[in-house]
């Protein structure tokens, strides 16, 4: 019987039957529906993503969470992983564990992004899979993409060309993760799927400056040059480079979305569909947070990847689209940094 999803890639070699209209309390027909009762394990629930996702899933009313804090599982510990699925024996995972930074980080530390992010998902999928996990969602990233990608890119770009140096070893990380989902899928028919989110942010995200990204960056300095009273924001780069950022609680949406209507090995891209010059984004953070100096731009800092916007017309014809409005949301941040890391 052929994959739910049809793909050429499912109806060549991944099988997954497709079962008659289940009970009620099902968010999807088949033997792959998505259950209120369903045991879920958040790996990474502390993180943003993971935070945002798991707000999302009590909101919806799943009550069967498994949550595990650093101190209590190592994720990049195999013998510990291991003993932690074959005790609670979830049905479903969402991967939002991940060591994660910006250019600066990345750059800088590249042996650490690339073994703590092979060492956790590598030891999360495998024991996953062990397990008798019904479902998996594979977070990544859209940096796996090649640097000078088509625009928007879709997700036929992936390995189409070199990565952005700057944060190769992450992006290859993630790489290695949806290629081994992909290969559970193919070899042993697990339903593990993928989704690339776009650059996110919210409440939760690390404004710590020498590891953070863009928009958490921008934010606590021009939060600090405020209180400072400084007449300029130093800004890394030329302000050129054009990036997508979508809330992360429109992505945990999308991401119970997928859980619920997706079950196809090929990635899916998460965003939505617009994006912002950095100097446009260091303006409209400024105004949000009320510094009124002037921006200054040091050239001597790298760019990244000039543009970086996903086509996300796959999720969008399951229904899906974005709710909060990059102003919006950036404001709802700042309030939250503001009460709690200030």
Not at 6 to 26: E, H, N, W
Not at 135 to 150: E, T
Not at 230 to 253: M, N, Y
Request: aromatic letters at 8%.
């Amino acid at each position: 019987m052929r994959c739910v999803c049809a793909a050429d890639f499912c109806s060549l070699s991944f099988q997954r039957p497709v079962a008659p209209i289940c009970g009620k309390d099902c968010l999807f027909d088949g033997v792959n529906a998505v259950n209120k009762s369903n045991k879920i394990f958040v790996a990474g629930h502390s993180g943003m993503v993971g935070s945002a996702v798991l707000r999302r899933l009590e909101a919806e009313g799943f009550g069967n969470i498994v949550m595990r804090a650093r101190a209590q599982l190592d994720l990049t510990d195999e013998s510990a992983v291991a003993k932690f699925f074959a005790k609670e024996k979830p049905d479903i995972v969402v991967v939002a564990a991940a060591k994660v930074g910006g250019i600066k980080a990345n750059n800088e530390h590249p042996v650490e992004f690339l073994l703590e992010n092979l060492r956790i998902q590598n030891n999360i999928i495998h024991s996953a899979h062990e397990s008798g996990v019904r479902k998996l969602l594979f977070l990544g990233s859209s940096c796996i993409y090649p640097k000078f990608a088509p625009q928007p890119i879709p997700e036929t770009a992936l390995l189409g060309g070199p990565l952005e140096p700057t944060n190769e070893a992450y992006a290859i990380g993630k790489i290695a993760g949806i290629k081994l989902c992909q290969a559970y899928g193919r070899e042993y028919g697990a339903n593990f799927i993928s989704a690339m989110p776009t650059n996110l942010y919210g409440p939760n995200d690390n404004f710590d400056l020498e590891t953070s990204h863009v928009l958490a960056a921008l934010l606590r300095k021009a939060h600090e040059a405020k209180l400072r009273k400084d007449q300029k924001l130093i800004v890394w780069g030329t302000g050129k480079p054009r990036r997508e950022f979508l809330h992360v609680d429109d992505c945990a949406s999308a991401c119970l979305l997928l859980l619920e209507k997706y079950d196809s090995p090929e990635i899916i891209n998460i965003g939505c569909g617009e994006d912002i010059s950095i100097r446009e984004l260091a303006e409209l953070i400024c105004d949000v947070v009320g510094f009124n100096g002037d921006l200054a731009w040091d050239t001597t800092k790298p760019d990244g990847t000039p543009r970086k916007l996903l086509d996300v017309t796959k999720l969008r014809d399951l229904g899906w689209k974005p709710a909060i409005p990059l102003r919006e949301g950036i404001a709802r941040t700042y309030e939250w940094f503001r009460v709690n890391c200030v």
